[in-house]
C-alpha cells in the first residue's frame, strides 16, 4: 500500500539529482569555457599567402595571441575558390580550436555553384562578421592603353584582342565583381581561375593577364608606384587612399555597388558559451588603435557584430546572391 509513495519520493529523489547534474555539468562547462584558449589555436582561411584574407588573419592572429597568452596560427588552404579551407573546418573538432576566417565567398560560392561540399548555414557557427571593405578595385596592367572605365570598354569592345581577368574562383568575389560589370556594359571577357588574389595579382603586373577586380588590401603601394593602374572602385563611396580613383558608378557604369566582407565561423555545434567566449576575445583583440591603423591602411572598416546578427546577415546575404546569380547568368547552387 506504500509502494505509489515509495516510488513518488524515489522519482522525486531522482529528479533532484539528475536536475544537480545538469547545473554541475552547465557550471562546469561554463567555467571551462572560461580558461578558452589553454592551447594552440589555428585560423584556417581557404586562400593563399599574400591576399586580403591572408592579411586580416595574421593582423587577428598577433592580436589574439597576445590577449590570451596563447599562439594562434594561421593555415593558408588555398584552391577550389574558396571551398577547400571551409571543408577542412567542417571536419574539424566544435572546441574552438580550428576558426574559420573567410570571406563573403561563404555565400557567394553556394549560390553561384551547385555542387558545393558543404552547406554555409547547417555546418557552421557564426561567431562575428570581422570588417567590409571599401569594394574591389578595378585595376589593369600599366600597358593597356586604357586610363578609365569608359576608355576600357570602348577598348574591350573594338580590340581584337580577347581580355581576360584573374579571380580566386567562381563565386568569389573577384569573379563576381567582372562578371557583373560584364552584364552591364555588354562587353566580353574570359576568367583565369586561381587559388588567391595574390597570385593573380602577380601575373597581372607580370602582363599574363589584363584586369583585376581585387579588394583594395595590399593594392595601395602597387597603385601609388604604377605597377598597376587603378580605374574605379566598387564601393558606393571613393577610398580616401585613392581619392582620385571614381566609384563605378561615378565613372559611368551606372548603379554598379559591390562591397567585399570578412567573418569568422566555427564548426557545427559549438557550444554557445564557447561562441560567445570566443567573440569576447575578437571584440578585445580588435578593440586597439594599432589594429584600426591597420585595418584602415589596409582599406578596411572593423565591423564586429554578434553571433545572433551575423547569423541573420548570413542567411539573408545567402539568399541575395543567388538572386545575384540569376541576374548576370550563373548556375545557383
Known amino acids: 500500500m506504500n509502494l505509489p509513495c515509495l516510488g513518488a519520493r524515489v522519482f522525486k529523489n531522482f529528479y533532484i539529482c539528475m536536475g544537480s547534474m545538469l547545473l554541475m555539468t552547465t ?26 584574407v591572408d592579411t586580416i588573419a595574421r593582423i587577428l592572429s598577433q592580436r589574439l595571441s597576445t590577449v590570451t597568452g596563447q599562439t594562434v596560427l594561421v593555415d593558408n588552404r588555398g584552391g577550389g575558390g574558396g571551398i577547400i579551407g571551409p571543408s577542412i573546418v567542417t571536419k574539424a573538432n566544435p572546441d574552438g580550436y580550428t576558426i574559420l576566417l ?23 557557427t557564426p561567431v562575428t562578421m570581422l570588417a567590409r571593405n571599401y569594394g574591389q ?22 580590340s581584337s584582342k580577347g581580355l581576360n581577368y584573374g579571380a580566386a574562383g567562381i563565386g568569389n568575389i573577384t569573379y563576381i565583381a567582372p562578371e557583373m560589370m560584364k552584364t552591364m556594359t555588354g562587353i566580353k571577357m574570359k576568367d583565369i581561375e586561381y587559388k588567391g588574389t595574390a597570385p593573380a595579382i602577380t601575373d597581372l603586373m ?38 582620385d580613383v571614381p566609384t563605378m558608378h561615378e565613372a559611368g557604369v551606372t548603379g554598379y555597388e559591390l562591397i567585399g566582407w570578412f567573418g569568422v565561423w566555427l564548426p557545427a555545434k559549438a557550444p554557445p558559451e564557447l561562441v560567445n567566449r570566443l567573440y569576447q576575445e575578437i ?26 546578427n551575423f547569423k541573420k546577415f548570413t542567411e539573408k546575404d545567402l539568399l541575395a546572391m543567388k538572386e545575384l546569380a540569376k541576374k548576370i547568368g550563373a548556375n545557383p547552387g
Open 27 to 52: 557550471a562546469f562547462a561554463q567555467s571551462s569555457f572560461q580558461n578558452y584558449p589553454n592551447k594552440p589555436v589555428k585560423i584556417v582561411i581557404p586562400f593563399a599567402v599574400g591576399g586580403p
Open 102 to 124: 573567410s570571406t563573403g565567398s561563404m555565400t557567394s560560392n553556394p549560390a553561384f555553384n551547385a555542387d558545393i561540399p558543404f552547406d554555409t548555414i547547417k555546418d557552421f
Open 137 to 158: 578595385l578595378f585595376v589593369v596592367n600599366p600597358n593597356l592603353p586604357v586610363n578609365s572605365v569608359s576608355e576600357f570598354i570602348q577598348y574591350a569592345k573594338t
Open 206 to 243: 607580370g602582363g599574363h593577364i589584363d584586369l583585376c577586380f581585387v579588394g583594395t588590401q595590399n593594392l595601395l603601394s602597387l597603385v601609388q608606384t604604377g605597377k598597376l593602374k587603378a580605374l574605379a572602385i566598387t564601393g558606393p563611396t571613393r577610398w580616401n587612399e585613392l581619392p
Open 283 to 308: 571584440v578585445k583583440a580588435l578593440d586597439d588603435p594599432q589594429v584600426k591603423k591597420q585595418f584602415e591602411e589596409a582599406g578596411l572598416v572593423s565591423v564586429l557584430s554578434s553571433p545572433e
